[in-house]
T-cell receptor, first 113, second 114 residues
Framework: NAGVTQTPKFQVLKTGQSMTLQCAQD?????MYWYRQDPGMGLRLIYY???????DKGEVPNGYNVSRLNKREFSLRLESAAPSQTSVYFC????????????FGNGTRLTVT | AQTVTQSQPEMSVQEAETVTLSCTYD???????LFWYKQPPSRQMILVIR??????QNATENRFSVNFQKAAKSFSLKISDSQLGDAAMYFC???????????FGQGTTLQVKP
């Protein structure tokens, strides 16, 4: 059981380049999330998808777009990367509301030069 | 909007001793869930313990326990008999029963000294 799979694990971009971070889960979860982790700031929510076909902005959505391709996959796109987007990105999923814990991928370390 | 605050950026504990990590949160909701996650250097996010707000009894998982004070909006994590493998960053998190988003605190880095 793979859980939540993120690709790539590491990426280096130049300012202005674009890229898509991929996330897939095999647990039949309804909700999926994208977070970024920066030193001293914890994990901050970028976008989330409560169910297939819906997406909503989180705390820090500027500079990002998302696609909930199907129930399994939720991708995060940087159209024009900026140094401020250097961070570690986590995808997570959960079956529903309430006390179910989120399951996280192993993260993508992105550096924008 | 809900917020979660961890006021201790770093803590250290001697192996086999007990340490408490602090967390406070702000919400106007009555139904919610609180979590502690551990992040070792591998970057993996590992659930440590979970507390339902409607339960008065504090959650316990082996050497990990919480002190949940709903009126004070406080949710601290106690680690007993600390082990070297407990060294990690610990995040407190809040999840509304309605909205479902998980909101994190800033994290506390725990060092365990042999």
């Amino acid at each position: 059981n793979a859980g939540v799979t993120q690709t790539p694990k590491f990426q280096v971009l130049k300012t202005g380049q674009s890229m898509t971070l991929q996330c897939a889960q095999d647990m039949n979860h309804n909700s999926m999330y994208w977070y970024r982790q920066d030193p001293g700031m914890g994990l901050r929510l970028i976008y989330y998808s409560a169910s297939e076909g819906t997406t909503d902005k989180g705390e820090v959505p500027n500079g990002y777009n998302v696609s909930r391709l199907n129930k399994r996959e939720f991708s995060l796109r940087l159209e024009s990367a900026a140094p401020s987007q250097t961070s570690v990105y986590f995808c997570a999923s959960v079956s529903g509301q309430g006390g179910s814990p989120l399951h996280f991928g192993n993260g993508t370390r992105l550096t924008v030069t | 909007a809900q917020t979660v605050t961890q006021s201790q950026p770093e803590m250290s504990v001697q192996e086999a001793e007990t340490v408490t990590l602090s967390c406070t949160y702000d919400t106007s909701e009555s139904d919610y869930y609180l979590f502690w996650y551990k992040q070792p250097p591998s970057r993996q996010m590992i659930l440590v313990i979970r507390q339902e707000a409607y339960k008065q009894q504090n959650a316990t998982e082996n050497r990990f326990s919480v002190n949940f004070q709903k009126a004070a909006k406080s949710f601290s994590l106690k680690i007993s008999d600390s082990q070297l493998g407990d060294a990690a960053m610990y995040f407190c998190a809040y999840r509304s029963a309605v909205m479902g988003k998980l909101i994190f605190g800033q994290g506390t880095t725990l060092q365990v000294k042999p």
